[in-house]
């Protein structure tokens, strides 16, 4: 493997991991705070629907991403006012979830746009497309030397290899996903906030009784949630691909959730497990079958490590994942 | 009280007159969906051909999960529904449970394997298209790589790849042909984001013509081909027309007509095995309006003579799943 393959190979990791790390950072403010959130992949697949569906149809992506949004905090309330305000339990409302986003979306999109559950192609105003630094080769210098992007990048040296192809080139919403990383971490352990959103996900009613509502902070925290998988479904519709598709989502959530406990429900973990999980993925997309010391790697292998590690994790052989420790249980007053 | 029972009654006699009238045929399409535009949306398109021309009326599904293929085919059967046309191979275990069971009830299994006297088995010749595609696909590309994109691991659609493997391979034989499927379940055909992530990487290792038999994955592989300036083939149906002036060709697998010539004959139809292949019209690549520009004259030609070889018997395109092995490619 030379140096460009291993470039290419780290360049489509980070496509891959950005909606996993988004999800896996909802994930992490909601079970910060006590709640249990299996319903990431159903607000993604949402905001993926409504991201793509405004986009097509006004032309402007930056509304797109906008309704993307606020359909999965939509979805948010109603895990919220589930779970929190009438103490369901957060499992079964999260699976709910899953369901209605994946029959919802099919069905809105089947009476707008009459394409069999999915919206129209996206034209380029339509999309997050790429941005390309200062300095970095791009498909300008490829149209204006009328020779393929490859071989330009090919051409080039190391260092402009690295930076053209890894760091340049990917739409905003990477770069954003990357900065949301310190500031999760910022927000939850050096503000006031992530003091209390932690510990009403350890212990609630200490925080209750020094007088702050133990339910507004988990609706923030559900909040916050909601908007983070509202960017991963829209950097799914309209960033990675142009138009949504149903199920489009194809496990993700469930895969930034292994994630989230593979990092024990720590921000810069989470970015590590990400990564981890989408070179896996990258990996298994690039190459069929691995060799390696006389014996083939088939791909099925690369699929399922992402969940072989998790369960390692969970069964502790590398140290011990422990979870907020008044995570899905409803908080109860007085009894 | 008595109002209300002789309305119901009369209710329950307009449902029963309906059900003994219904001896329309019906449609199951496969966990695709019906809109694919591919597979799935071919026969979509056949049937709605019938219905244009004779009025006719069909039932329909659309599959959701691997446990409703059983309970949807009984269903059907029950209401008298004849013939009844399944979509896609994974249908050929479940006609095999169902199908002894109504004897009077003729089933057709489109890309299946099903051997019973009460059903038609059709299948096609995937390779044989799909070499000509090949041959298209080697005849435009500059830098001698193409690459192929499957959609679930099976033997069908490794067929396809084997196909088109050596049809590239007889216009350049150093050509290199990579090849990738997107996974071994059922969601492979429905996830366009791995989709171009695949395209992507074939096109860094120097691909410039991509060739999709992925169903909705396919989509992201055509978006994606077209994004980054090569050119890309589609499957099934002509798909020529979701990126003018991009996509080569379209490798068609005539599952209309299949389609169509079972409404037809209804309940008539004949049982046993029919396999349409490149003589029969059955596949072939499409040329329209849409990709005339990328196709010259000398790429129609080399597709002629490759087809009359092929039809001839002069040329003997592998078939993957004869014999589990490919000549021109290893997976």
Not at chain 2, 61 to 72: F, G, T, V, W
């Amino acid at each position: 493997m030379d140096f460009l393959t291993l470039i290419q190979v780290l360049d489509s990791t980070m496509r891959m991991a950005t909606p996993l790390l988004l999800a896996c950072l909802a994930g992490l403010f909601s079970e910060r705070a006590g709640i249990f959130d299996i319903g990431l992949e159903g607000k993604m697949l949402m905001a993926a629907f409504f991201s793509a569906a405004v986009a097509a149809a006004t032309g402007n992506v930056w509304l797109g991403l906008l309704s993307g949004v606020a359909s999965s905090l939509v979805l948010s309330g109603l895990h919220g006012l589930a779970s929190i305000t009438f103490r369901g339990n957060q499992l079964i409302s999260g699976v709910a979830l899953n369901f209605l986003a994946s029959g919802l979306t099919v069905l809105i999109a089947e009476s707008w746009f009459r394409q069999g559950g999915r919206t129209p192609s996206l034209l380029t105003d339509g999309r997050f497309n790429g941005i390309e630094l200062p300095f970095a080769i791009g498909p300008a210098d490829a149209a204006a030397a009328d020779r393929p992007l490859n071989e330009l990048i090919k051409e080039a040296g190391p260092i402009q290899q690295l930076y053209s192809e890894l760091i340049s080139g990917h739409s905003i919403l990477v770069y954003v996903a990357l900065l949301f990383v310190p500031l999760t971490w910022w927000v939850l352990f050096r503000t006031r906030f992530g003091l209390r959103l932690r510990a009403v996900g350890e212990n609630p009613a200490a925080v209750d009784t020094a007088g702050v509502s133990v339910q507004g902070l988990r609706f923030a925290a559900v909040g916050i949630c909601g908007l983070l998988c509202g960017i991963a479904g829209a950097y799914l519709a309209t960033g990675l691909q142009a138009g949504f598709v149903r199920e489009m989502t194809s496990g993700r959530g469930y895969i930034a959730l292994a994630a989230l406990i593979f990092a024990k429900w720590r921000p810069w973990h989470a970015l590590g497990a990400c990564l981890l999980f989408g070179l896996l993925q990258a990996i298994a997309l690039r190459f069929q079958s691995i060799q390696f010391g006389g014996f083939t790697i088939p791909v099925q292998v690369m699929d399922a490590l992402p969940y072989i590690l998790t369960v390692v994790i969970l069964a502790g052989f590398v140290g011990k994942a422990i979870p907020p420790r008044a995570g899905g249980q409803p908080y109860v007053k007085e009894r | 009280m008595t109002l209300m029972k002789s309305l119901m009654g009369a209710a329950a006699a307009v449902a029963l007159s309906a059900g003994a009238a219904l001896a329309d045929p019906a449609l199951i399409f496969d966990l695709g969906g019906k809109f694919d535009k591919s597979f799935n949306e071919a026969a979509y398109n056949g049937a709605q051909r019938w219905v244009e021309e004779t009025g006719g009326e069909y039932l329909e599904i659309e599959l959701k999960s691997d446990a409703q293929r059983e309970q949807a085919l009984r269903r059907f059967a029950e209401r008298g529904a004849n013939p009844i046309i399944t979509m896609g191979f994974a249908m050929t275990s479940t006609i095999e449970n169902v199908a002894p069971d109504y004897p009077d009830t003729k089933f057709v299994n489109i890309d299946g394997w099903a051997d019973l006297p009460n059903v038609q088995t059709i299948s096609f010749a995937e390779h044989e298209g799909s070499y000509l595609a090949g041959v298209m696909a080697a005849e435009a590309s500059k830098s001698g790589t193409v690459s192929f994109i499957g959609g679930m691991d099976i033997p069908l659609i490794r067929k396809f790849a084997c196909g088109y493997a050596q049809g590239v391979k007889s216009v350049n034989p150093d050509a290199t042909v990579v090849s990738n499927m997107t996974g071994t379940t059922p969601d492979a055909w429905n996830d366009p984001v791995k989709g171009s992530e695949l395209a992507k990487a074939q096109i860094s290792q120097g691909s410039d013509v991509v060739f999709a038999a992925a169903g909705g994955t396919g989509v992201g592989v055509l978006q994606t081909a077209a994004d980054e300036g090569v050119l890309s083939i589609g499957v099934d149906s002509n798909q020529n027309h979701l990126h003018p002036g991009k996509v080569l060709t379209s490798m068609m697998k005539r599952v209309d007509v299949a389609v169509y010539n079972a409404l037809k004959d209804g309940a008539d139809l004949e049982t046993g095995f029919q396999n349409l292949d490149l003589a029969a019209d059955g596949v072939g690549v499409a040329i329209d309006e849409h990709n005339e520009a990328l196709v010259t004259d000398e790429m129609k030609a080399s597709v002629e003579a490759a087809r009359a070889a092929i039809v001839a018997g002069d040329v003997v395109v592998h078939d993957y799943t004869s014999d589990d092995s490919c000549p021109a490619l290893s997976f």
